[in-house]
């Protein structure tokens, strides 16, 4: 399965997520790639679309080799076999966690514009990503999103690899991906146009959908 580009690929996932739309989910999109993906499927299941904001922690002489990762709410997932490979101090942690918890803050508040978070207390939270690769962030991001206190977890992406599909399966309670291939080797191998996302789109796409969400569906009657 190909994709376009990331407005198709949410126009796709959206249909695979219609389900959803009766229990008035949040949709939460994982920046910067994920809030374009995010924002049709928020606009398809007429739903308040937000940010899920989690950083990397990366091993100091290796960046791009995470050890662990943090969300808001003060949410830390750390791997112990990274740590202990790595040889990793309790200082080297303390420094990489401080540094990314800035950056947290302040991407966090940059991107809302001064919005305030949506409130996930009690209800179906959708995480969206514009494709998985180790599925780190993205388990980690179900983690800020129950500590919130969402009474649901999705996660939703158009493209995973099987192995980290599986595991996201373990820290949701429901996965939704459209395709899960074997050869994986990058998410932009799945994308024809697969250009990085601004953060300027970001926040344009995040105050649209403000101004855009219509009121929510009453509930429907049981049978």
């Given amino acids: 399965m190909l994709f376009t580009d990331r407005d198709d690929a949410g126009r796709r996932l959206a249909e695979a997520l219609r389900k959803y739309e009766p229990a008035n989910p949040v949709v939460l999109g994982l920046p910067r790639g994920g809030v374009p993906v995010a924002f049709h499927v928020a606009h398809a299941l007429r739903a308040p679309l937000d940010v899920i904001v989690v950083r990397k922690l990366g091993v100091p002489y290796q960046r791009e080799l995470a050890f662990g990762a943090i969300g808001e709410g003060g949410v830390r ?10 040889r990793l101090t309790p200082q080297d942690i303390a420094e990489v966690e401080a540094a990314e918890q800035a950056e947290l803050a302040r991407q966090a508040h940059r991107f809302r514009a001064g919005r305030s978070r949506v409130p996930l207390r009690g209800r179906t939270a959708i995480l969206v990503d514009d494709g998985i690769a180790t599925g ?70 995040l105050t649209r959908a403000a101004s855009e969400t219509p009121p929510p569906n009453p509930p429907k009657a049981p049978p």
């Avoid at 991001?141 to 595991?167: E, L």
């Fill in 136 to 205: 780190a962030t993205a388990a980690a991001a179900c983690g800020v999103v129950r500590a919130q206190g969402a009474a649901k977890v999705v996660m939703a992406a158009p493209v995973a690899p099987p192995d980290a599909a599986a595991r996201l399966a373990e820290a949701a309670d429901d996965v939704v991906f459209l395709a899960t291939p074997a050869g994986f080797s990058a998410v932009g191998q799945w994308y024809q146009d697969f250009s990085q996302t601004s953060d300027e789109e970001v926040i344009a796409l």
């Fill in 77 to 86: 997932v750390i791997s112990d076999d990274i740590v202990r490979r790595g």
